[in-house]
């Protein structure tokens, strides 16, 4: 009985110790990854775009729209049509719920990394081209004879293959000049997994799969992810900004309809409040008429209560913990109790 006891001890203490490297290891890494996002600003002027979960810019909403990427409709013709890779406008009545739901995990390998499949610039290896003005290779824009939507991994790829020189000749521009880049070294490579799944489960839980497994080879035209040391995607968070300006900000407009916009900030997304907020640092969040039409836990109104940190980031990035689970719908859900939070100004 006192070899039991001794041997429940040891197991709860090197589960505990695990626990808790785990969580050193990912702030790390999520520290990590911060600085890369900051380099990419530097030589880029903007942050990287939003891809939903099949690497494209998200022009269609997928299953329950967990995994809606950068786009949100279609933008009008006075505003150059296409995808609207941008995100949720502030003055749209249902920004605040769109917000919610416009994150990636596809994002930071392709763009931090390199692993995006557009080595058929020439370029092999890690790192990426220059991706333009546009941030995606300039295969936003409706060119004769591309196959794939705009915006979409595989538009990106046909665009920038050499074999379609001819067809494309815009595209010689991001075949050429300097590599940037890898903003990022994994030091384990079991931290980038594949994406198997298009969405997470109920639980904010994602599918993936991991080198030395059988589906990591099986499904190579999946995505990869940066994942944390639980085997979870990172979710990686940005500020919406006005159409085809990925490195502006929306700025309150002047003239009518001024007392009906909403300056975006990151606490607009609510799981990206900490789950525990020191006293010192909470401010109180003001909904306006659309609080009640929010989605809150089990029907209840989501917590209005932020940190001043949240308010004033332009990225963020997030992490399930050791529970693996994300309740987007509200800051103190049981579910985000293990929730780690980065945010970058």
Request: a negative charge; aromatic letters at 10%; charged letters at 20%.
């Amino acid at each position: 009985g006192v070899i039991v006891v001794l041997l429940s001890l040891i197991v709860v203490a090197v589960n505990r110790a695990r626990a808790t490297a785990q969580a050193t290891n990912t702030i790390a890494l999520m520290s990590s990854i911060k600085q890369g996002l900051t380099q990419f600003r530097e030589d880029m002027g903007y942050l990287p775009p939003v891809l939903d979960a099949d690497e494209g810019s998200g022009s269609t909403q997928t299953g329950r729209g967990l995994t809606f990427g950068g786009a949100m409709g279609t933008l009008p013709a006075s505003a150059g049509g296409g995808p609207r890779l941008n995100g949720p406008d502030p003055q749209d009545g249902d920004f605040r719920e769109l917000i919610q739901q416009w994150y990636s995990v596809t994002t930071l390998a392709e763009y931090l990394i390199g692993f995006g499949g557009v080595e058929e610039d020439g370029h092999n290896g890690p790192g990426i081209r220059n991706p333009g003005r546009d941030a995606f290779w300039g295969a936003t824009a409706e060119h004769p004879g591309l196959s794939g939507d705009p915006g979409t991994f595989a538009a990106r790829r046909e665009f920038l293959d050499p074999e379609n020189a001819e067809l494309f000749p815009a595209a010689g521009q991001y075949r050429r000049g300097t590599v940037y880049g890898p903003y990022l070294q994994l030091r384990d490579e079991r931290l980038l997994g594949r994406l198997i799944g298009t969405e997470p489960d109920d639980n904010g839980t994602w599918d993936v799969a991991f080198p030395g497994e059988s589906r990591f080879d099986e499904f190579p035209e999946r995505p990869l992810v940066i994942c944390d040391y639980w085997g979870q995607p990172i979710h990686y968070y940005r500020l919406p900004y006005p159409p085809g300006l990925p490195g502006d900000r929306y700025r309150r407009p002047a003239g009518a309809g001024t007392s009906e916009f909403h300056q975006p900030s990151i606490s607009d997304v609510f799981v990206m409040r900490p789950y525990n907020i020191a006293s010192g640092d909470q401010i109180r969040t003001t909904f306006g008429d659309d609080f009640d039409t929010l989605p809150g836990v089990d029907g209840a109104e989501p917590d209005d209560v932020t940190s001043r940190r949240s308010q004033t980031a332009t990225f963020g990035l997030l992490s399930g913990g050791r529970n693996r689970q994300i309740d987007r719908r509200a800051r103190a859900a049981d579910l985000n109790r293990t929730n780690i939070v980065e945010y970058g100004q």
